[in-house]
């Protein structure tokens, strides 16, 4: 049975950061790919980032360059992402994502990813 235990969510304020861990249990994904996705309460489930095992080649939205990092441990089955200079809009349940396709690139597509994690609040107060 495949598992993605997501951590390290909490409160935090307008500039912090956090740091989430999402270990997946089950399954190799060393070749696949692992992301994260974030849903606010009345919004779609929008990607945030995402690491391939295969190429070590990383991709964030837009929105989160430059202030969040992913990166791959143990085996490339366990994934942190790295949050600095929060922001209150993005308070929002934070998923971990993977696939075991091997591809190059990330996909962005919520439908690439098979597997899903339980979710990991994050807000950020103002």
């Known amino acids: 049975q495949v598992q993605l235990v997501e951590s390290g969510g909490g409160l935090v304020q307008t500039g912090g950061s956090l740091r989430l861990s999402c270990a997946a249990a089950g399954r190799t994904f060393s070749d696949g790919i692992i992301a994260w996705f974030r849903q606010a309460p009345g919004k779609e489930r929008e990607f945030v980032a995402g690491i391939s095992g295969s190429s070590g080649i990383t991709d964030y939205a837009d929105s989160v360059k430059g202030r969040f990092t992913i990166s791959r441990a143990n085996a490339r089955n366990t994934v942190h992402l790295q949050m600095n200079s929060l922001k209150p809009e993005e308070t929002a349940v934070y998923y971990c994502?993977?696939?075991?396709?091997?591809?190059?690139?990330?996909?962005?597509?919520?439908?690439?990813?098979?597997?899903w994690g339980q979710g990991t609040q994050v807000t950020v107060s103002s």
């Open positions: 994502a993977a696939s075991d396709q091997r591809r190059l690139l990330v996909r962005t597509d919520r439908n690439h990813y098979a597997y």
